[in-house]
């Protein structure tokens, strides 16, 4: 897919869960090939939102990833590091134990998205 048409893929299934569900959503090209988000009329638009306004936006990746509450581990040798999966710690090898902490499904992935080169690549393989 091109980036016009991940863009516009994922900002449909925002709408769908509520991101600007009742507003006209166009993705344009503008200057310098940069693509350019419009909410409501063409003609009379409400906003101008860049690819970045939209998709590192918490409100779109709740509406995009959903809102479920995920358990995430952490490893006693190191209690800032969290991780996602049951497993064993990568740096001293123990089982990792539960934390306390709930991780809301939307944001392991928005900060992969906002850590990778492509984001809108990444966030092709949701779609
Ligand atoms: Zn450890």
Redesign the pocket.
């Given at each position: 897919m091109t980036n016009k048409q991940i863009l516009k893929k994922a900002i449909e299934q925002a709408k769908k869960n509520g991101w600007y569900s009742n507003e006209e959503i166009k993705v344009t090209i503008f200057v310098r090939r940069l693509p350019k988000i419009i909410v409501g009329d063409i003609n009379d638009p409400k906003e101008y939102l860049s690819i970045n306004d939209v998709i590192f936006s918490h409100d779109f990746a709740k509406a995009f990833w959903g809102e479920q509450s995920e358990d995430i581990f952490k490893?006693?040798?190191?209690p800032t590091n969290y991780y996602y999966t049951f497993k064993f710690?990568s740096?001293?090898g123990?089982k990792l134990i539960k934390s306390k902490r709930i991780l809301k499904s939307w944001e392991k992935p928005l900060q992969q998205m906002v850590l990778s080169e492509e984001p809108l690549k990444y966030l092709e393989q949701f779609l």
């Open positions: 490893c006693k040798c190191n710690c740096k001293c123990e």
